[in-house]
């Protein structure tokens, strides 16, 4: 979830189409992504269009069903409007390469999510920006710690329990001192911000993101395309829910106190998806 700092011309040099025939649908590899500067409207890209929407997941998913080694328990993305909102209020503060703090990113169900940015000089195919964060795994090996500073992106990409995507995208001025001054009229830049629900990048486990096995080994019965539905509907706000629902599961769960029933939302996911893939 560090930042990605790739402008371009950069991008176009790292990113290639890639040819597919899976149901994430089929992409020309005659058919390069193209540099347009102004040439495309800010709204084209904007995330309230469904269309948009419809691509980020499908970015997401084609490369999420494509990690190596396999994965046995991906979730399958989707599209959340409120993780969207948060991410245009923090693409449209245009605060530079810096993230929102865990308040803005706050999702009701989910705590707070992580965040993944891509800045660029120019308006580019929300492809590039996806792109860019996938390649990051060519720094990272399953099983071995990285340093999250050059692999973050991918990792939250790739977060087997993450299921839920919503971004925004901004146009902003830098100004060399951060403020506008005299003779000084800024450099415009694109400012592009995806949340994901519920989190990744735990520590303690940023060497094994997912599970390794055969696609869908963990939910043979909920699968689609390589990627697994049965994701859950909230997210664990405490660290060690599992441990104390190995020790005392009434207590945490079914307790009908005022205290007892705080800690069975702040452990909702150990709580209520018993059958459904979560940290």
Not at 42 to 48: E, I, K, P, S, Y
Not at 173 to 199: F, L, M, Q, S
């Amino acid at each position: 979830m560090e930042i990605a700092k790739f402008l371009l011309p950069m991008v176009a040099a790292l990113l290639g189409i890639i040819q597919t025939t899976s149901e994430y649908g089929v992409w020309n590899p005659a058919r390069r992504p193209k540099i347009m500067g102004d040439i495309i409207p800010l709204r084209a890209l904007g995330t309230h269009r469904r269309k948009i929407q419809q691509k980020i997941v499908l970015y997401h998913n084609f490369f999420r069903s494509s990690v190596q080694p396999s994965a046995s328990n991906m979730l399958k993305m989707k599209w959340h409007n409120g993780a969207a909102r948060s991410a245009q209020l923090w693409a449209n503060a245009c605060q530079l390469l810096i993230h929102d703090d865990i308040t803005g990113r706050h999702v009701d169900g989910y705590g707070a999510c992580g965040q993944n940015i891509f800045i660029a000089t120019h308006k580019v195919p929300w492809w590039f920006a996806v792109k860019t964060w996938w390649l990051e795994k060519d720094d990272y090996t399953y099983g071995k710690y990285d340093n999250r500073s050059l692999t973050g992106h991918y990792l939250q990409m790739v977060w087997a329990a993450t299921h839920q995507i919503g971004c925004g995208i901004a146009k902003c001025i830098h100004y060399a001192g951060n403020t506008p001054e005299k003779n000084d009229k800024g450099r415009v830049y694109y400012n592009y911000v995806c949340n994901y629900c519920p989190t990744g990048n735990r520590p303690g486990q940023l060497s094994n993101p997912y599970k390794i096995g055969d696609s869908c080994g963990r939910c043979k019965r909920h699968c689609r395309g390589k990627l697994c539905l049965n994701g859950c509907h909230a997210s664990d706000l405490w660290s060690n829910c599992r441990q104390l629902h190995k020790a005392h599961p009434h207590w945490l769960c079914h307790s009908n106190t005022p205290e007892g029933r705080q800690r069975h939302l702040y452990c909702r996911a150990t709580c209520t998806c018993k059958r459904k893939i979560h940290d």
